[in-house]
């Protein structure tokens, strides 16, 4: 760990009831035990309390709750058929989308679902079953068998479940209540009965990012069965904590422009039918819910929202070539028209840059992604020099990076099958997070003989995605050819909606591509084509994610970057000094960190960015008073921002300022009520205060501490599995194949 301070989150109508009940004015603290009481304070301060997680409801281990009122009409909340006839646009988008395939007529999720129901128990299931298929598990269907001719086996998450959602909390799990009040039925000639029904079908929070938090964060703990924490899915907390929530703190960037879930994913487009219910303008709101699942459509011969899911992936990410460094030590930055010498090693770096994912990349479920780099060194006769993860489309292919979070068992197995029962530690996550870069490292070897006539060398670098991995696809396939698997596509069928064939080939789709040249000058494409400050910039950011050893490795592309931004816009110039000063502070060269800082905030103003790393310097080098005042400003730029909150509790705590750090917890915890470090910081707080609900706070946190197993399990994966000690480094060297004749 570079730092002692961590990272993670926060959410939109959350950040109110934050700003209200943890006071957001850190300028203006709650008051010390030890300050001096001015006559207007009360002489005797009031004992705090702790905040904890609740409990899992009457549907546990899902969160999702009915409301109080009237007994919940399956085939009410079931009937999509009924919103047809004013919103037919609407209804056939949503029958191509995931939300229309959530339940078990999707076989990628029966597969799993039906597992850990055999193995664990259907009651257990119900901790998919609250986002998946609320309709099975609020009748109690999902506590039995269930049956591929059951309509709601089939209904995912209709239109009326998602438009009755009442509130949302924080927790994940399927955190929401859901309003069963039965839904006015419109009549054109009768505006007030228009009005009831929109009024009931448009709940306040429907169109912000609470909404989508309830489902899109989960966590395993006790309550799932777990006897440890292991937090999963949360892009709705990664969105919280970044630039397009408003929040800065992460990174001193280019100016981005903000954007929700909703704006991302249901992009307004032209509506064909002009549905006058819904349509403003002639467009409504997309409802094929595009993100990355490109292996649903295709599985269902649905080119064109395969067609959709793969241009929205296309935008999200970038890749490049940008270092290329000689066996002398001689470093080309960036890569183009690097010397090649006969005989010589050369190693290249390559940068994946999240462009415009509000959440880390690839999102959802990153344990079965499977989006990996390809690398291929050619000369100009067209013969192969070296080549990296070309065969992973058709195979294994160790030389493959691949973009996905592995997940190992209780015997530091990898689990490649998405069985979360057998979940027990994370080896590595190899995502990237949102606005943030990645590097890895290439080595090859030029040929003995090198004829001039092959020079110069063309270097390609493709992104490639596949929606599940193979290993994946045969259990799911397997699953799907029983007989249970031939009876739900055979009810599907009768129901007029496509089954899902994981059997079939997935698609492959390029995301990004570079090329550069090596051994002579010709034009870059792809992402080499970009500004020169631009491809330093993403690259000095992925290297300050490397290990502490190898921080330094960074100076050289920041001062490149430094030498092309004199002459430019200031803020880059800035963007730069900020990535320095981030150095120094993570290698606790304190003075250094606070000049730069203070260069990159006489360019662009006051920051958040610039105030942590102002914060976490200080911190470094446990100079824990000033951490705290620095770390107060962050939160006051970025409330919002989870990171912050955990920060500043920390150097609080460690200042030994118990009612701030229990402050600034529990303003995080109303944000990620469940976070290890944010738990054991209200603990010792509430301990140092005296508090009666101090056993309580502890007994929380070490509910949901990570295990001291952790460490010991990714040691025995990088033991036994190979690769895997490779894979949990920051930045990997991959040695590249190379034709066995030189």
């Not at 055999?118 to 079953?129: I, N, Y």
């Not at 840059?353 to 990349?361: I, K, L, Q, V, Y």
Request: net charge negative; glycine share 8%.
């Amino acid at each position: 760990m570079n730092s002692p301070m961590g990272q993670s989150w926060s959410n939109a109508l959350w950040v109110l009831a934050i700003i209200a009940a943890a006071c957001t004015k850190p300028a203006a603290p709650p008051a010390r035990v030890d300050d001096p009481v001015s006559p207007e304070q009360p002489t005797t301060l009031p004992i705090p309390e702790a905040v904890l997680p609740g409990d899992g409801g009457p549907f546990a281990p899902t969160r999702a709750r009915m409301a109080t009122g009237p007994a919940l009409d399956v085939e009410e909340m079931a009937d999509v058929e009924a919103c047809e006839p004013c919103h037919a646009d609407l209804v056939e988008q949503w029958r191509a989308s995931a939300h229309g395939d959530a339940s078990f007529n999707n076989s990628w999720y029966r597969g799993v679902v039906d597992r850990f129901r055999e193995d664990v128990g259907p009651e257990a299931s119900q901790l998919c079953g609250g986002c998946h298929e609320p309709l099975l598990v609020f009748p109690g269907t999902m506590r039995a068998d269930v049956s591929p001719n059951d309509p709601t086996a089939h209904a995912g998450l209709t239109c009326i479940v998602c438009h009755s959602i009442q509130t949302t909390t924080a927790d994940g799990n399927g955190s929401y209540v859901l309003d069963t009040s039965p839904v006015p039925i419109p009549r054109h000639d009768d505006p007030e009965s228009v009005e009831q029904h929109r009024a009931r079908l448009t709940p306040e929070g429907l169109d912000t990012p609470a909404l989508c938090a309830g489902c899109h964060r989960g966590f395993l703990a006790q309550s799932t069965g777990h006897p440890f924490q292991l937090p999963a899915i949360d892009d709705p907390g990664h969105w919280r904590g970044s630039a397009y929530a408003g929040s800065h703190a992460a990174l001193l960037d280019e100016v981005i422009e903000e954007q929700t879930c909703q704006g991302c994913h249901m992009p307004a487009i032209d509506s064909p039918s002009q549905d006058e219910a819904a349509a403003e303008d002639g467009t409504i709101r997309s409802h094929h819910f595009a993100g990355g699942d490109t292996a649903r459509p295709s599985g269902q011969g649905n080119e064109e929202h395969l067609r959709i899911v793969q241009e929205q992936l296309r935008r999200a990410v970038e890749i490049d070539i940008v270092s290329a460094l000689s066996s002398n030590g001689e470093r080309t930055l960036p890569a183009d028209g690097a010397p090649v010498r006969a005989g010589d090693e050369i190693t290249l770096d390559v940068v994946i840059r999240n462009e415009s994912a509000g959440h880390r990349f690839p999102g959802g479920v990153r344990d079965t992604q499977d989006t990996w780099i390809e690398l291929r060194v050619v000369g100009t006769n067209g013969a192969t020099i070296a080549e990296a993860g070309t065969q992973r489309e058709r195979g294994d292919d160790p030389t493959a990076f691949i973009l996905r979070t592995l997940i190992l068992d209780e015997h530091g197995q990898p689990e490649l099958e998405h069985l979360v029962h057998r979940f027990r530690a994370v080896a590595y996550d190899h995502s990237v997070p949102v606005r943030g870069a990645r590097v890895v490292r290439y080595a090859f070897e030029v040929p003995d003989r090198l004829p001039a006539s092959i020079l110069p060398l063309r270097v390609e670098a493709r992104l490639r995605h596949r929606r599940h991995s193979r290993a994946f696809q045969d259990f799911v396939c397997e699953a799907n050819r029983t007989p249970r698997g031939r009876a739900f596509a055979r009810a599907s069928r009768r129901r007029g909606h496509a089954p899902i064939d994981p059997c079939r080939t997935q698609p492959v789709t390029d995301l990004a591509t570079s090329v550069v040249w090596l051994g002579g000058e010709r034009p870059g494409e792809g992402g080499a084509e970009r500004p020169t400050w631009r491809r330093l910039f993403d690259y000095s950011l992925g290297l300050l994610g490397d290990v502490q050893d190898r921080l330094d490795y960074a100076r050289p592309s920041i001062a490149r970057g430094l030498e092309a931004t004199e002459d430019q816009d200031v803020r880059q110039r800035a963007m730069f000094m900020a990535l320095r000063a981030r150095l120094e502070a993570k290698q606790g060269r304190l003075q250094e960190a606070l000049d730069w800082a203070g260069q990159a905030e006489d360019l662009v103003g006051e920051h958040a960015a610039i105030w942590r790393i102002r914060g976490r310097a200080y911190a470094q080098v446990w100079q824990w008073e000033s951490a705290a005042t620095a770390l107060e400003r962050v939160t006051q730029l970025a409330p919002g921002d989870t990171a912050a909150w955990r920060d500043l509790a920390q150097a609080h705590g460690s200042a030994g300022h118990d009612r701030e750090a229990l402050s600034a917890a529990q303003a995080g915890l109303a944000l990620l009520p469940r976070d290890e470090s944010l738990l054991r910081s209200q603990a010792l707080a509430l301990e140092h205060l005296g508090s009666p609900s101090a056993d309580a706070a502890q007994e929380s946190w070490l509910d949901f501490r990570h295990p001291d197993d952790h460490a010991a399990l990714r040691i025995r994966c990088g033991q036994d599995v190979p690769g895997c000690d490779r894979e949990r480094q920051p930045v990997p060297l991959y040695r590249m194949r190379q034709p066995a004749s030189r």
